[in-house]
């Protein structure tokens, strides 16, 4: 991340910390860690926007799989890529390219990002404040995921959406 950028991340943190975001809400209880918890986001998830899709052309990577299996599960998949700039359809969908551009409200952004990267996202997932937002395996950023959850927004990091949907499925 650029210093100036960092500055003005550290600046956004401060500023949330002093605001109305830190209130009264235990916002622990929006970190999402156990069985139960993903379990119940899970079955009350339809919309998903999937930040950092990747196109059919690498289909071969998480990134696209993952997303194309919750697609054919029967979640509503929103892709918001980050590269691609002449692609305007992925999985038959229309692309977006920041969250606040999608219409209506989304049950869960599923990010394929890496953890550094999500700092450039904050802002957009604010402003959009989904219900929950899920860091894929590998993806793990406490910064941001404190952020998120002093603001309201359920947060589940470094777990694969897709191994823990068919968990759901096989129980």
């Known amino acids: 991340m650029k210093s100036g950028h960092q500055s003005e991340f550290h600046r956004l943190i401060d500023y949330l910390a002093s605001s109305c975001y830190t209130g009264v809400m235990d916002w622990e209880r929006n970190i999402i860690a156990g069985a139960e918890q993903i379990r119940d ?44 700039p002449q692609v305007i359809e992925i999985l038959g969908k229309h692309v977006y390219r920041r969250l606040i551009d999608i219409p209506d409200e989304i049950d869960l ?13 904050v802002e957009d997932l ?15 950023n406490d910064q941001v ?3 998120l959850a002093k603001a309201g927004i359920k947060v589940v990091q470094d777990r694969c959406l897709m191994v823990e949907h068919r968990r759901l499925a096989r129980s």
């Open 41 to 84: 986001l899970i079955l009350g998830t339809k919309r998903i926007a999937v930040l950092g899709i990747k196109t059919e052309a690498q289909g071969d990577q998480p990134a696209f799989y993952v997303p194309d299996y919750l697609a054919r599960a029967g979640f509503e998949i929103i892709p918001v890529p980050v590269y691609y």
């Open 109 to 121: 952004v599923d990010v394929f990002r890496r953890s550094h990267d999500i700092n450039s996202h």
């Open 126 to 140: 604010l402003a959009k404040k989904p219900k929950a937002v899920w860091f894929q395996s590998g993806i793990r």
């Open 145 to 147: 995921a404190e952020l």
